[in-house]
């Protein structure tokens, strides 16, 4: 069983920071590509930030330069510091991630967290 847990999320004021932290839990070996996306009620659920296995990065247009993604392989975590926060970035906050389970085994499968309320108030 691989759970993806989320934790961070909150009330902030326009201009604030937060800090986004998701942890892979259970029988995991290593997490490969992992990306944060966000979703607001009537909305499709939108890619934030992505990190692939080698720790490249890529970023939605609204979001660069102010969110950073990144990753503690030993910990087997990803995290969002999201700064300059504004109150169209108020959403419910998705890590995603593909994890690969086994040492002796390539294959990944995809896993989603739960979702954290991230409000920004302006």
């Known amino acids: 069983q691989v759970q993806l847990v989320e934790s961070g999320g909150g009330l902030v004021q326009a201009g604030g920071s937060l800090s986004l932290s998701c942890a892979a839990s259970g029988s995991i070996f290593s997490i490969n590509a992992a990306g944060w996306y966000r979703q607001v009620p009537g909305k499709q659920r939108e890619l934030v930030a992505h990190?692939?296995?080698?720790?490249?990065?890529n970023y939605a247009d609204s979001v660069k330069g102010r969110f950073t993604i990144s990753r503690d392989n030993a910990k087997n975590a990803v995290y969002l510091q999201m700064n300059s926060l504004k109150p169209e970035d108020t959403a419910v906050y998705y890590c995603?991630?593909?994890?690969?389970?086994?040492?002796?085994?390539?294959?990944?499968?995809?896993?989603w967290g739960q979702g954290t309320q991230v409000t920004v108030s302006s």
């Open positions: 990190i692939t296995s080698g720790d490249s990065t």
């Open positions: 995603n991630a593909d994890v690969r389970r086994f040492w002796y085994s390539n294959y990944a499968n995809n896993y």
